[in-house]
């Protein structure tokens, strides 16, 4: 049997943040108004393994949520009544969609963004903050500038991008003095793009690490709605021979392509959280990844 090429090892970060493990646990639906219940789920999460978490001062909107930076404001209440979490992870929020404009990654605005974030998460500095989309109307030289300054003031330790086209990631990272860190595209056995469209080798030069959102195509592959079926057949073939749910393969998958991406978890259920680890465990080879790719896009490889 070839090697595996599920990555389950950590994934370095620059200016001195710890390393994050091959699962993150993503905040978009940590609506619950049970400070308790969000701590659980952050505890549980962070005793796995999942140290970088992920936020965003747009999440509130969804799922319920108590709206703009509600999100942001749940885990700072778990932070101010377990305190000692916070060395335990990697803290990441996201910056630069304020509706209805849509997005503005304007000098004044990031600047008031990241302190509105300080703010809601009650800390001193945000260990990585990204560009939660890109503002089409802001030069990638005063983005650039201003993601400098907020990491010389110390407000924030390392920068990233989310939801940038490569040329949009290659333009800011021109002008950035500090590593870009961080980019984070939509990716699932779903959903391919960022193999295809040259983000990922972006990353890869520039040693940038991915961070996957939506790893599950926001249920798509559970439900199996609008997926190759296909897809979901070999899915659950594979699924079997390694032992574990059709989640697990999904999330093994992701993490086997050379980039080496983090798959941000959204799970609000702590067994599923659990149970998510078990990727880490997958046997994949190029045999069985091309599999998954040609029948995700329903085209034979050439």
Known sequence: MSDSLVRAGARALPAGLDAIGP??????????????????????ALDLGMNLVDTADVYG????????????????KVLAVAPH????????????????????SSDGY?????????????????????????????????VADTLGSLVSDGKIRAVGISNHTPAQHDALASHLEVPLATSQPEYSPAFLGPMRDGTF??????????????PLGGGRLMSGDGV???????????????GVDRAAL???????????????????????????????????????????VQDSEAVPLP
């Open 23 to 44: 699962l993150g646990f993503g905040c978009w639906r940590l609506t619950t108004s049970q400070t308790s219940q969000a701590q659980a789920l952050i505890e549980t």
């Open 61 to 76: 909107l969804d799922y319920g949520g108590s709206g703009f930076g509600g999100n942001e404001e749940v885990l700072g």
């Open 85 to 104: 979490l916070r060395d335990r992870m990697v803290l990441a929020t996201k910056g630069g969609i304020m509706p209805p404009i849509p997005y503005d």
């Open 110 to 142: 990031l600047r008031s963004a990241v302190d509105a974030s300080l703010q809601r998460l009650g800390v001193d500095v945000i260990d990585l903050y990204q560009i939660h989309r890109p503002d089409l109307f802001a030069h990638p030289v005063q």
């Open 201 to 214: 080798d972006l990353c890869m030069r520039d040693g940038v690490v991915p961070l996957a959102w939506s």
């Open 228 to 242: 190759q079926s296909a897809l979901i057949a070999t899915l659950d073939e594979l699924a079997e021979r390694e």
């Open 250 to 292: 999904c999330y093994a998958f992701v993490l086997a392509h050379p980039s080496a991406p983090v798959a941000l978890l959204g799970t609000q259920n702590p067994d599923r959280l659990r149970s998510a680890t078990d990727a880490l465990n997958v046997h994949l080879d190029r045999a069985d990844l091309y599999r998954i």
